[in-house]
């Protein structure tokens, strides 16, 4: 066998060993993602869990392959692990730089599977002991925020972004049902709109 045959064999050796491992991870994500579907289903896990999970492990998966990708491509590992570091030490940075929104995303996925609250659920952040703080209606769980929607006697529609971070860091009451605030300010606002109403008659 010529040089220049067995080269292009051994080419083409390298690159069906490259094909096969993305290959491999494409495969390994399609799976984990039927698996992550029937979980939830069948333990009644948050979609936004799953999806986060998700995301993270077919992140390492492909992190994986492509560093597999990279050696059987002939690139030495002490050039991988030097990039790899590099990016780390980067990401270190980045880490404590964006720190809160980090750790709003943490308490968001706790609020979605520990579930101190629902989606439209009654709920008052306390200040302090029993004092009366941030209250409302919860129409949106994020990764960033809980959107609350407040009632105002006056017959206002506000809504209130609280960070997921304050909901570990302050107790939390919560109503299954519309609590008497909420009726009374409801009420106030409908009187008010049958005042405006007359009057404008």
């Known amino acids: 066998m010529s040089p220049t045959i067995a080269q292009a064999a051994y080419i083409a ?4 060993e490259a094909l096969a491992i993305l290959v491999a991870a494409w495969l390994l994500t399609t799976l984990l993602r039927h698996l992550l579907r029937r979980l939830c289903t069948r333990y009644e896990l948050a979609p936004a869990f799953a999806i986060g999970v998700r995301r993270v492990l077919s992140t ?3 992190i994986s392959a492509l560093l597999l990708f990279l050696n059987r491509m002939g690139i030495s590992g002490s050039v991988v692990w030097t990039t790899l570091t590099g990016f780390v030490a980067v990401g270190a940075v ?9 750790s709003n995303i943490f308490c968001a996925l706790l609020i979605l599977t520990t ?11 306390l200040e302090g002991g029993d004092k009366p ?6 129409v949106d769980i994020n990764f960033i925020f809980t959107t609350l929607q407040e009632s105002h006697a006056n017959g206002d529609d506000t809504v209130l972004q609280v960070p997921n971070s304050q909901f570990f860091q302050r ?8 609590p008497e605030w909420s009726r009374i300010a409801h009420a106030k606002a409908a009187e ?3 005042w405006r109403d007359a009057a404008a008659r």
């Open 13 to 16: 050796a390298k690159l069906g």
């Open 133 to 138: 703080g941030l209250r409302g209606r919860v």
């Open 171 to 178: 107790s939390t009451r919560r109503w299954r049902q519309e």
């Open 60 to 62: 390492v998966i492909y």
């Open 94 to 102: 980045a880490f404590f730089a964006a720190w809160s929104v980090l």
């Open 192 to 194: 008010g709109a049958d």
């Open 115 to 125: 579930r101190p609250f629902r989606l439209y659920d009654y709920i008052e952040v």
